[in-house]
Every structure is written in structure tokens, then in C-alpha cells.
């Protein structure tokens, strides 16, 4: 599973600027890396991982802005067309998930 999180967030006062750079580290810090600006993704092993960061990023909602949340599949994620100045590139391959015993 993929959880991408898109934000919108204002940044006109310095209160509100501070409020969106703690949103960016905090789900930084929850394993979330930069898609593009304000699209932070998480690779998760299952359904029931991602709705635990599901829940987490809910936890760190600031008081103003637009977040969406949305949970695909790594099929649905592999499916991503990419273009940079109207050149494809192939996107990054998914994160492969280690398990410990």
C-alpha cells in the first residue's frame, strides 16, 4: 500500500508558516518522503500499517489549510505516468518491506 498525503496549507503570517513547516517534518519524520511539492508519500506494508499513518497524519492537521489522504496500491501506484519537460521517466521502484524475526 501507498498513503499519500497532498496539502494546501497558507503561509501568509509567520504563525502560519510555522504551522506548515512543522506539518512537513513532522510526516517527514513519520517516513513520508517529498513526491512533489506538498504530495508526501509512504510506502506500507499492509492496509492495516497505512491506516495507522492514516491516523498519525490526523493527529498533526494544523489548525488552517486542505490535506487529503489517499491509500493505493502498489499495483495502482506502479500504474504512475511521469513526465519532467515532456520527457517520461520511469517512476522509482517501490520500496521493498523487510521483515525481522
Known sequence: ????VF??????TIKERKAAAK???EI???GF???QFSIYVRHCASMENAQ???KRVKSLLPEYGNIGILCITDKQ??????FICKKEKKPNAPYQQLELF
Open 23 to 25: 506539518f512537513r517534518k
Open 7 to 12: 496539502y494546501d496549507l497558507p503561509t501568509d
Open 77 to 82: 501506484f506502479a500504474d504512475i505516468q511521469i
Open 28 to 30: 517527514m519524520g513519520d
Open 1 to 4: 500500500m501507498w498513503v499519500l
Open 52 to 54: 495507522v499513518h492514516v
Open 33 to 35: 518522503t517529498m513526491f
